[in-house]
């Protein structure tokens, strides 16, 4: 199963989400590293980019993610057909939750 990891950021904090964003994409070739929305999109409420990876990568990622986050909100969640349950209950947390626009799945 694939899951998506939304890192996201405040836009003082560019720098850094750029240094982790570089340091995936040299450090974690098991996944793919996706462009900057520095704009709300779809159901994100705040700037971040995506990393989508295989489920048996998920303990690796953690590994390379977490020394490097400094309190980031970092939602998790399945790549499945219903995006509003992959968003919700199919979701983790890593970081302090943001409030979602699930109204953007629907």
Do not use: C
Not at 68 to 82: A, C, M
């Amino acid at each position: 199963m694939q899951l998506h990891a939304h890192i996201y950021y405040e836009h003082d904090q560019f720098d850094q989400a750029d240094l982790l964003r570089t340091f995936l994409t040299e450090n974690f070739p098991q996944g793919v590293v996706g462009r900057f929305h520095q704009q709300p999109v779809g159901p994100h409420t705040k700037a971040m980019f995506q990393v989508k990876f295989d489920q048996l990568e998920f303990a690796n990622l953690l590994v390379l993610i977490r020394p490097h986050t400094l309190g980031q909100s970092i939602l998790i969640h399945p790549d499945i057909e219903d995006q509003v349950l992959a968003h919700t209950a199919e979701a983790h947390w890593i970081g302090p939750a943001l409030p979602l626009n699930i109204d953007a799945l629907k």
